[in-house]
């Protein structure tokens, strides 16, 4: 199982990106992020402290425990071979809006390769998403996505640049794998979508 390789196996950096890059789909461009998504990337780690520490201060006890939970285990490496492929369990907590911690029950989510490489999507609910994984120099895979109502068509990153996602998937070693979005588009400032078997 091979992930998604980019045109003359260009990766990315978090550190060098001055400048768009292609997202392919299929080999074919779909979409470019833009000089805003670097930013909110470059930003990351300062948007994810800072929502973790609001959502830890809410006074729901049982909510931070999960949190806790959620954001524990050791991060591996995707590149040992480890085909994610399949159907996953999936939950949102929302982060440092208003409430500062919301968490959601279980949804359906399934991770498949289309050819081209690794597509995540988020199957029930109102609010859906897809979108594929890129490689990075780091641990995390880069997931490019959209979100879509139930009641749409899924469409890929750049189709409609007001639902375009941007998030780091981290595998963990229990199982688990947590994909985390520094700009969700709606109700909170920092979303963790968790995945487990």
């Not at 990315?12 to 789909?25: D, N, Q, V, Y």
């Not at 000089?35 to 830890?56: N, S």
């Amino acid at each position: 199982m091979k992930k998604l390789v980019l045109s003359g196996a260009v990766s990315f950096t978090l550190a060098i990106f001055g400048s768009a890059m292609p997202a392919l789909a299929d080999g074919a461009i779909v979409g470019l992020m833009s000089e805003d998504d670097t930013r909110v990337l470059e930003a990351f780690d300062v948007r994810r402290e800072a929502a973790i520490a609001a959502a830890m201060e809410v006074s729901d006890e049982v909510s931070t425990e999960l949190l806790r939970q959620v954001l524990a285990g050791e991060v591996l490496s995707f590149d040992d071979g480890y085909d994610p492929s399949g159907d996953w369990r999936c939950r949102y907590l929302k982060l440092g809006g208003d409430p500062a911690l919301t968490v959601y029950g279980w949804f359906s989510c399934r991770i498949f390769d289309d050819g081209a490489g690794w597509v995540i999507q988020k199957i029930d609910g109102s609010q859906r998403s897809m979108g594929r994984l890129y490689n990075l120099p780091r641990e995390q895979l880069l997931y490019l996505g959209a979100m879509h109502y139930a009641y749409e068509d899924p469409i890929w990153f750049g189709n409609d640049p007001s639902r375009n996602q941007l998030a780091l998937l981290s595998r963990l070693d229990d199982g688990r794998m947590r994909l985390e979005f520094p700009a969700p588009l709606v109700e909170s400032e920092f979303d963790i979508l968790e995945l487990a078997h």
